[in-house]
């Protein structure tokens, strides 16, 4: 299925009004994979109820997983990105980002851009305090 980002995320949209599908999450606690039934409520939903790990599937879009979500909180600054990957059913893999901002006084808005996106390594070096030698 060839398909926009911008129809990809007019989908996801949709589902805050739409019919209850199967999607599988990692329990907090032991990590586990829990399949349920359940209305996927928006963007909020996929990043702090679902999480890192989860999936669902999206009609003919295929698997859509969350690779990666930032969702701010207090002390851990105002950008928010949630990323997805999504494999179409004959195997394509695509991915996904969408950008958000978190407010302490309501929360995360995931009203921000949604484009394609492809991995890629990067090489990052820290610096790291030396045990007390002299």
């Known amino acids: 299925m060839t398909y926009t980002a911008r129809q990809l995320e007019s989908e996801i949209d949709e589902l805050y009004d739409g019919p209850e599908v199967k999607y599988t999450y990692l329990q907090w606690r032991?990590?586990?994979?829990?399949?349920?039934?359940?209305?996927?409520?928006?963007?909020?939903w996929i990043a702090d109820e679902m999480g890192v790990g989860s999936w669902f599937v999206l009609g003919d879009f295929g698997r859509v997983s969350v690779i990666e979500a930032?969702?701010?909180?207090?002390?851990?600054?105002?950008?928010?990105e949630l990323v997805l990957r999504v494999e179409s059913p004959d195997g394509v893999v695509r991915y996904f980002q969408k950008n958000g901002y978190y407010a302490s006084f309501y929360g995360t808005d995931w009203d921000g851009a949604f484009f394609e996106v492809t991995p890629e390594q990067q090489t990052v070096t820290v610096y790291t305090k030396l045990p007390k030698g002299d």
Do not use: D, L, R
């Not at 032991?30 to 909020?44: C, L, Y």
């Not at 930032?70 to 928010?80: A, D, F, L, V």
């Open 30 to 44: 032991t990590k586990e994979p829990v399949t349920a039934f359940g209305i996927i409520e928006g963007w909020s």
């Open 70 to 80: 930032e969702t701010g909180g207090e002390g851990h600054g105002e950008h928010c």
